[in-house]
């Protein structure tokens, strides 16, 4: 019988295949510069170069809305692609 400790929330053998690693390098390095963009750079803005709440919002919605567009776009291609192996 199995125990929870045998259990894996992870099946490594996943990463045995290429495809599979290079894709979730690929969206690892894609999250770390989504975060950095969209996380550090308004209290990089409002704390070391001095600009007020109202200016660090305005300077940072054009990035905001692309990423917005970008995403509904994606969500309407992420269909038309054949998934099957």
Do not use: C, W
């Not at 199995?2 to 495809?19: E, Y």
Request: aromatic share 10%; glycine share 8%; charged share 15%.
């Amino acid at each position: 019988m199995l125990t929870p400790a045998d259990k894996s929330f992870v099946d490594f053998r996943l990463f045995k295949d290429q495809n599979f690693v290079s894709g979730v390098l690929f969206i690892f390095i894609v999250g770390l510069v989504l975060y950095a963009t969209r996380a550090l750079i308004p209290t990089m803005l409002e704390s070391l170069l001095d600009y007020p709440v109202a200016t660090t919002g305005l300077s940072r919605h054009r990035p905001g809305a692309g990423t917005m567009i970008a995403m509904l776009i994606a969500g309407r291609l992420i269909g038309k692609v054949d998934l099957a192996l």
